[in-house]
Nanobody
């Protein structure tokens, strides 16, 4: 599976961004898709995940109510809509996938990784 993330950028606090991750190489509908982020000097942390059907989503507490993960099977793409961005959201955001289709939160449970996309939120 190849994952290609895009959509990062430099924005002001309170702004919105939408990240996209296009998947190829395997039936997209069988994959659980997740977003993780890594700030400078920190570990890669869970942000959000969506199961194979799109019926189950999970979020880390700090982004609940601000971020929304969704998937479009017709486009083999998962999205992360990020609203009300805060400076503490600044990080490299990574798209990931798990082959069994079930939600997960630990980075080591990912079977596939995309390259990161940098999100910088200025105060």
């Amino acid at each position: 599976v190849q994952l290609q993330a895009s959509g990062g950028g430099l924005v002001q606090a309170g702004s919105s961004l939408r990240l996209s991750c296009a998947a190829s190489g395997r039936t997209f509908s069988s994959l659980a898709m997740g977003w993780f982020r890594q700030a400078p000097g920190k570990e890669r942390d869970f942000v959000a995940v969506i199961n194979w059907s799109g019926g189950i989503t999970e979020y880390t507490d700090s982004v609940k109510g601000r971020f929304t993960i969704s998937r479009d099977s017709a486009k083999n793409t998962v999205y992360l809509q990020m609203n009300s961005l805060k400076p503490e959201d600044t990080a490299i955001y990574y798209c990931a996938a798990r082959g069994d289709g079930f939600t997960y939160r630990r980075a080591y449970e990912s079977d596939y990784w995309g390259q990161g996309t940098l999100v910088t939120v200025s105060s």
